[in-house]
């Protein structure tokens, strides 16, 4: 079922070898370009027409009334009602320990600098709706946002046809959370209306988070700059490293759990061990025709954005787990921790046989919005930190400026910038 990429032997750098789904943001961004525009210039009146347009809802009120939120959130069944609290919960514990300090360094007598760290005002929370519903996703994106002390949170999903407003259940996890600003706005309109703003019925936000389709990748990359954002999130993914002492029923059902979302995920088992891999290959076609999305699934690992890689020993399968920089790594090998220290690119690592990828996705406590497409090589998952600003507070006396005056003049005279040596000999003038 999975394409096989033999890797053993080789010295080809495998950022060069190893699949992707093909993804254009580009020719994406040109695509949402005008409707970007014209919420920019137009507000509510555009994001109702592109709403109309793209998933077929004729909204009135952009918001939806508190009440509402409050139904979905008494209509909750109980059972998931209990999860979605332990979810809320267990975040929150994780999330807690994530907020930084303000810490004050004494560079010299009378010379201080502190770096102060402050939540923004203001932050929009993106949860999709597209082939499932993610009433998770709102807990991954809400929680850091309260932990890091984020006063204004407003939310968009998109709308339902039947009801023009957001899945129950994601209204209903906003319930749970207090989340009381909540729109049925989706899409590359709902990125826009965020970034900036629909008249009195949207104010505009500082931040936009939360994982989307190419749409929303394509808005979110036209709005840098005018907001924060937290990534260009692009098909779920997972890579599993996994030696010959791996489950292949634990595996195969790993591969599976991330290629039930989407066509495009991608679903990556580096091994050095043709006997797992042999033993892996049946257990796919067995459990895939027992799940409810078997046409999803099969399409999502038998695309070319998934593989099964062999290597030549785990050293070669670090190396390459490393270049491809997996949004979800599992680790199920000897010493898996060991292993798992190893690492240096996975936006989270998953280690042994007892924490799987579910796990995170609902109740580990860690996040789930994490880098895809490789951007973990060089970015981080969903954290407190997404929302707060460092903010440096510089406390020089007389004695201490009069100290360091003479190096700041000669630095401000060696960039040719004589007026910031003044601004410094101007003070001990007579």
Not at 256 to 264: F, G, R, T, V, Y
Request: hydrophobic share 45%.
């Amino acid at each position: 079922m999975l394409n096989r990429i033999d890797l053993r032997g080789s010295t080809v750098n495998p950022r060069l070898l190893l699949p992707r789904a093909a993804l254009d943001v580009a020719a994406a961004m040109e695509a949402v370009r005008p409707v970007v525009e014209a919420i920019r210039e137009h507000g509510a009146p555009a994001v109702r027409e592109a709403t109309e347009r793209f998933d077929g809802v004729a909204l009135g009120a952009l918001r939806v009334p508190v009440a509402e939120i409050h139904a979905a959130g008494a209509a909750l069944d109980d059972t998931v009602r209990a999860a979605l609290t332990e979810s809320i919960a267990r975040a929150r514990t994780v999330h807690t320990a994530q907020r930084r300090e303000d810490v004050t360094t004494t560079v010299v007598p009378g010379g201080t600098v502190t770096q102060r760290w402050r939540p923004v005002a203001r932050v929009g929370l993106y949860v999709p709706g597209g082939l499932a519903v993610y009433p998770s996703s709102v807990v991954m994106n809400v929680v850091p946002a309260q932990v890091a002390g984020v006063e204004s949170l407003a939310v968009a999903s998109p709308p339902q046809k039947d009801t023009g407003r957001p899945h129950p259940l994601v209204l209903a996890a906003c319930a749970l959370l207090g989340v009381a600003e909540v729109y049925a706005v989706g899409g590359a309109q709902a990125v826009a209306m965020l970034g900036y703003g629909a008249g009195d019925e949207c104010a505009p936000v500082d931040v936009i988070t939360g994982p989307g389709n190419i749409w929303v990748t394509a808005a979110k990359r036209l709005l840098r700059g005018v907001v924060g954002i937290d990534a260009e999130a692009g098909p779920t993914e997972i890579a599993i490293l996994a030696d010959d002492t791996a489950d292949p029923r634990h595996v195969a059902a790993d591969l599976i759990s991330q290629a039930e979302h989407d066509p495009l995920a991608a679903s990556v088992l580096v091994t050095p061990s043709e006997d797992l891999l042999a033993a892996v290959e049946p257990e796919l076609s067995r459990q895939v025709a027992a799940t409810k999305h078997a046409e999803r699934i099969t399409a999502a690992l038998t695309g070319v954005q998934s593989a099964a890689v062999l290597v030549d020993d785990l050293d070669h399968g670090l190396r390459v787990v490393d270049a491809y920089g997996a949004e979800h790594l599992e680790i199920q090998t000897r010493d898996a921790r060991a292993v798992a220290e190893r690492v240096r690119s996975a936006g989270a690592i998953f280690v042994g046989t007892w924490a799987p990828v579910s796990l995170g996705d609902y109740c580990a406590g860690s996040n789930h919005v994490l880098p895809t497409g490789g951007c973990a090589r060089h970015s981080s998952g969903l954290s407190v930190q997404t929302f707060l600003r460092g903010v440096q507070l510089i406390e020089y006396d007389e004695a201490a400026l009069r100290d360091v005056a003479h190096h700041v003049v000669a630095l401000a005279d060696a960039e040719d910038l004589p007026a910031h040596g003044q601004a410094i000999t101007v003070r001990f003038a007579p």
